[in-house]
Each structure stands twice: as C-alpha cells, then as structure tokens.
C-alpha cells in the first residue's frame, strides 16, 4: 500500500557528490517521519538523516556539514545531497518512512530498496 522507490546511487570519486531521491507513493494519509539510512558491508543499518513533518532534520554527526536532507512536497520526494564524499560514506542507502494509510489510519513502516552508493578513486 507505501512504496518508496530510491534513485540516484552510483559510484563517485572521494570529495564528489552525489544526490539520492526517494518518491513516496501509495494509500498514505500522513507521513509523520522521513528518513534516510545506510547500510555498510559487515556493518548495521545506521541512522543518517531524519526529517520530521513540521520540524528540522536531524544529522548522524559522521555527515553533519556535508549531508543535506529536504522535500519536495508537491513531488512527495525526499532527497539527501551528499557533498565531500568518502570512502568510508561506501554503504546502500535506504529511505523510511513513517506515518498513517489513508481511510484505515494504520500506522505504517515503510522501506525503499535501496540504492548503493561507493566512493572509490
């Protein structure tokens, strides 16, 4: 019924940039919370940005200053720019969301596929 589709991954030199988006579709009466997580090799999935409806978002401190996460209501798109890439940044790269299915209002977790970004020269 909630279906996030992720775009944007690819592979990038250390200090480049890279734009994820992340389009919501699907019975949604509410989104209460967007996120953006990564996922790296051998390692668990982490927090990188989470964009409350209304509020501010909130940065990991490994991407603060270099990770701006924003909307696009009118496109119901999330995007996370990634400037001054590194190596260590290398992860698959998950959108969430969090909010209520339209006429039922079941609350709803929903996940992207995800999208691998790596930083590589």
């Known amino acids: 019924q909630v279906r996030l589709v992720e775009s944007g991954g690819g592979l990038v030199q250390p200090g480049g940039s890279l734009r994820l988006s992340c389009t919501s579709s699907?019975?949604?009466?509410?989104?209460?919370?967007m996120g953006w997580y990564r996922q790296a090799p051998g390692k668990e999935r982490e927090l990188v940005a989470v964009?409350?409806?209304?509020?501010?978002?909130n940065y990991a401190d490994s991407v603060k200053g270099r990770f701006i996460m924003f909307r696009d209501n009118a496109k119901n798109t999330v995007y996370l720019q990634m400037n001054s890439l590194k190596p260590e940044d290398t992860a698959v790269y998950y959108c969430?969301?969090?909010?209520?299915?339209?006429?039922?209002?079941?609350?709803?977790?929903?996940w992207g596929q995800g999208t691998l970004v790596t930083v590589s020269s």
């Open positions: 969430n969301a969090k909010g209520y299915i339209r006429y039922t209002f079941n609350a709803f977790d929903a």
């Open positions: 699907g019975s949604i009466a509410r989104i209460d919370v």
């Open positions: 964009l409350p409806s209304g509020g501010s978002t």
